[in-house]
Every structure is written in structure tokens, then in C-alpha cells.
């Protein structure tokens, strides 16, 4: 962990840092804290790969403050040129520019409306991390600013900042156009209620069973082996099952399933997509 002087040490070597603030009314969830910073370091490197093809990335995340309900902490990006346009300015530049580029991405996916943008799978799983802490959240935001030095004063060059509800929208979009790109056939079975009778926390490889089990009552009288035929659906169920302090077997699933048979009979549930996951009433709410 860097103490105080290497901190400062750090910014005063940095042109520019990336500084992202996350304030919640409740705890963070670690994975989904993790995937915030993490992602955007991702969606830096990225963008620098994308733009600027004679220049290496590389960015440090130095955790700045930790207060109750808010997280605040520093990306240091560096650009090591191999040619020497990439000068102290420029890299000023290219950090402001992610800024904007960054709040014209949520604020497609918030919208619905990506215009000519096209993102690949991978580029939705990075802004999927990016939102999920704020989406899960009742009252969160999220706040990305390019921040320069000089003379011992910070300077904000760029902002934007997205709300709960903006992160739930934007999940929506994203749910939408993954579901695009990975539809090889339509699903059997829609928006049908999906238990768990058997589960696994060890991450699942799409497009092979799982090991768990699960029971669908609109399509089958018994329990069949789960597969994850998406990548974002096995990422949000195996989250829930990992993290969620819930009982997993307390949760339905509503999810589009397809059903792959063996000899003539039903074996297996391939899951095209999560729409939401909901509380199962207790037996005696039932009686």
C-alpha cells in the first residue's frame, strides 16, 4: 500500500489523473466496488489501444479517501510513447477526452440511443462492471472527473456524473444489445420463472453445463442441468450466488431459456437471458 509521500509522489509524476468518486446510501459489495475502478482502467487502456496505436497504456489505481458512504479514489494513467508526439500536454488531453467519451457512452446507453457506436461484447461487460455498484444502490452516484495539478491545486478539466436510476436504465440497454449479439436462435420459453435446486459458486463456462440444477415449472415437472448460453446471465446469476446475502434458494430467476433434449427428452436448460431476479414468498405468506 503506498503511504502519503508516494501518493503524492505519484500525482505530482501524473499530468492528469482520472478521479472517480462512488457515493451510496449503502454498503458496496466488494466485487461490484472492485469492477468499478478496474473497469475503467480497462476502458482506458482501451481507448489509448483504439486512438493512439504507437502508444502503451499503463494506469495505476491509488485508492485517495474512504469515507462512510463515498469511495473516492485516483487512476493514474501514463502514456509511454514510442513516438514522441505523446508530449506532457497531450496526455492532459487524451485524459480529458476519456472524460467526455466515457459520459457520451452512459449517456447512450441511458437513452437507448447508441447512434453509430457498435460496442463488442467486451466493451459492454466493462461498462456492465462499471454500473452495477450505482444500479444496486437505492440512492448512488457516480462522479469520473479529469483532474490536472499546478502549484499545488487541482484543476477539473472534464465531468460527469450518472444517478441510480441512469445505471438501471443503462443496464437495460445493455441487457438489449447483448441479447442481440448472442441471439443464434430465439428462445423456447420467455420471461419464465427459473429455481435453483442445486448450485455451484465456481464460474461456469458459457455454452457447457454447469453443474447446477434448476427446476422450471411452466416447461418441465422436474429439475433439469443448467447451461449459460450468456455471458452477462452467468455473470449476474453466479453474482447472486456468490455474494448476495439472500438465500439463493429464496430467489426466482425470470429468465428466456431454451431446451436442448437427449434422446427425445428434456435434459438440459440453456439460459439466453436474465430479465429479473425477484424475492420468493415465505410458506407460510402462502397458506
Known amino acids: 500500500m503506498l503511504n502519503f509521500m508516494s501518493y503524492n509522489r505519484a500525482m505530482s509524476e501524473a499530468p492528469a489523473v482520472l478521479r472517480l468518486r462512488i457515493q451510496t446510501e449503502e454498503p458496496v459489495e466488494i466485487d461490484a466496488f472492485v469492477g468499478a475502478f478496474t473497469s475503467l482502467a480497462e476502458e482506458y487502456r482501451r481507448d489509448i489501444r483504439d486512438n493512439y496505436p504507437d502508444a502503451d497504456p499503463e494506469a495505476r489505481i491509488l485508492v485517495k479517501e474512504v469515507r462512510k458512504k463515498c469511495i473516492e479514489a485516483d487512476l493514474i494513467p501514463f502514456v509511454t510513447a514510442v513516438a514522441p508526439f505523446v508530449a506532457h500536454m497531450d496526455q492532459v488531453i487524451i485524459v480529458e477526452q476519456f472524460v467526455r467519451t466515457w459520459g457520451q457512452r452512459i449517456t447512450s446507453l441511458v437513452s437507448g440511443d447508441l447512434g453509430d457506436w457498435s460496442p463488442k461484447k467486451s466493451e459492454l461487460k466493462t461498462l456492465v462492471d462499471a454500473t452495477e455498484a450505482i444500479a444496486r444502490d437505492p440512492n448512488a ?9 499546478e502549484d499545488g491545486k487541482s484543476q477539473i478539466r472534464a465531468s460527469f456524473q450518472f444517478s441510480t436510476r441512469e445505471a438501471k436504465d443503462a443496464q437495460i440497454t445493455i441487457d438489449g444489445v447483448y441479447k442481440t449479439l448472442e441471439k443464434t436462435t430465439g428462445a423456447d420459453h420467455e420471461r419464465v420463472l427459473m429455481l435453483f435446486t442445486r448450485s455451484d459458486v465456481g464460474k461456469a463456462t458459457v455454452g457447457k453445463r454447469s453443474g447446477e440444477r434448476v427446476f422450471i415449472e411452466e416447461v418441465h415437472g422436474k429439475s433439469l442441468a443448467l447451461m449459460y448460453a450468456s455471458e452477462l446471465a452467468e455473470e449476474r446469476i453466479k453474482h447472486e450466488i456468490r455474494e448476495a446475502e439472500d438465500n439463493i434458494y429464496k430467489k426466482g430467476f425470470v429468465v428466456d431459456v431454451n431446451v436442448r433434449m437427449v434422446g427425445g427428452k428434456p435434459s438440459v436448460y440453456a439460459v439466453t437471458h ?14
Open 274 to 287: 436474465l430479465h429479473e431476479i425477484i424475492d420468493l414468498p415465505d410458506e407460510d405468506e402462502l397458506h
Open 141 to 149: 452516484k457516480s462522479t469520473l472527473e479529469a483532474v490536472t495539478f
